[in-house]
């Protein structure tokens, strides 16, 4: 009898993920009513599954900042208008650094808005460190920011153009000469001293300097500052070192994370504050480090003549699960992590816990209307943050739950 071969372990599929950063120092500055070139909105095959937006000089009054409202504020709100019907879910994490995880590789991301002025160019470098410095994540697991995966890096740095004048400055830009003006960008010139920023890096300078501007126009300062036009407003990004090459073979491995740059551009239809937008398209191809979801969500079986829903999921040995660990009901299209229609907390309406798999209940009385599509959402306390995500379904109460005919669709967190 022939001896059987050993299966081969398959490995993971690489993935491919778009991502959209977007920088802009609103100036204080209301919203304009339309967004979608800033967005992408209007091109005719959107492809994108992430929107990182970073803005400065928000017009936040002291109560909105008291209160847990603050996320309410009328950029974030109008970006929301715009973005939860193409099933796109708002972040709230708060501060200057986001930390994520995904598919096992650790990206933070980072918005910044460093001193202001020719002058404090030391300032800024300063601060740079700094910030660096002072990112402490929650989690004994979570490694310094210098050794994740990539950092996305952007934000109103307020880099000058050193050295020449005025004039100069504008007449090169008059005639999109911008290559004269690179080698005295006060950030190309701190890259070439400093062995750590450095790493960071950024797409070509191929459009106008994007401060400083006549609000309500694209005509550079006229005030009787008249203020020297700069690229103040940046995105970076900076890729972990990779292993290096076998010096017997003298080629390198086969990157598992790679981030390529799509475009880079300013938008200079939007007048609304005395910076122009900018923003920076990637493409990130991964191969996943963890092909096992730490949560999976499952509504089932029937609604029972108790009136009763129940709902199974599962985690991974190593999930730090938590009794304050809740499960919330959302209809599709929800806008935030507070949106929820109704919640249980899962050790208080657990019914069952049997080979990793628990049961929890949530009853009809406790929602409010069941029309339409439903999505269920795990939210960790331990991680402040949602880790599990149900696909679309129907509720259809004395009936089986339909699932969403599409299958495939979820937001996007």
């Known amino acids: 009898m022939a001896a059987e071969s050993p299966r081969k372990t398959t490995e993971p599929r690489s993935k491919t993920l778009s991502i959209h950063v977007v920088t802009w120092n609103v100036a204080s500055a209301a919203p304009p009513l339309d967004l979608s070139d800033l967005l992408q909105l209007n091109k005719d095959n959107l492809n994108l599954d992430m929107y990182v937006i970073g803005l400065q000089e928000m017009n936040c009054g002291i109560m909105s900042l008291l209160s847990d409202t603050a996320f309410e504020d009328p950029w974030s709100s109008f970006f929301m208008d715009v ?7 708002k972040g709230n994490k708060g501060g200057v650094n986001i930390c994520l995880k995904l598919y096992g590789y650790y990206i933070s991301i980072v918005n910044c808005h460093l001193p202001p002025h020719m002058a404090n160019n030391d300032q800024r470098l300063e601060h740079f460190d700094r910030i660096l410095e002072m990112q402490n994540f929650e989690g004994q697991d979570i490694p310094n920011i210098l050794d994740h995966d990539l950092i996305l890096w952007f934000g109103d740095m ?28 006060q950030l190309s010139i701190a890259k070439r001293h400093d062995p750590l920023l450095r790493e960071f890096q950024e797409g070509p300078l191929l459009f106008p300097p994007t401060y400083k501007f006549d609000k309500n126009s694209n005509n550079y300062d006229t005030s009787e500052k008249k203020r020297k036009p700069a690229w103040t407003d940046r995105i970076l990004w900076r890729l972990k070192r990779q292993p290096q090459a076998n010096p017997q073979t003298q080629r390198p491995p086969a990157p598992n994370f790679f981030l390529s740059l799509r475009s880079y551009v300013s938008h200079m239809i939007y007048c609304v504050s005395d910076h122009k937008p900018v923003t920076s398209t990637f493409d990130l191809e991964l191969k996943p480090l963890v092909s096992t979801p730490p949560i999976t969500l499952m509504p089932e079986g029937l ?10 999921y599962s985690l991974t040995p190593d999930f730090p699960s938590s009794p304050w660990d809740w499960i919330g009901l959302y209809k599709v299209g929800l806008r935030h992590i507070n949106d929820y229609v109704s919640y249980v907390w899962v050790r208080d309406n657990q019914v069952s816990f049997s080979n990793g798999l628990s049961q929890v209940y949530f009853n009809i009385s406790d929602i409010p209307e069941t029309e339409g599509q439903f999505l269920l959402c795990y939210y960790s306390n331990n991680l402040h943050s949602v880790v599990g995500i149900s696909k679309p379904f129907k509720i259809q109460p004395g009936s089986s739950l ?3 005919p599409l299958g495939e669709s979820q937001p996007h967190i």
């Open 83 to 89: 973005l939860s019907p193409l099933s796109f879910v």
């Open 158 to 185: 307020n880099f000058r153009i050193d050295d020449f004048g005025l004039h100069f400055v504008r007449e090169s830009i008059k005639n999109r000469r911008y290559s004269d003006l690179w080698e005295k960008d």
């Open 303 to 312: 609604w029972t003549m108790e009136n009763v829903m129940l709902i199974s």
């Open 402 to 404: 339909a699932e969403d």
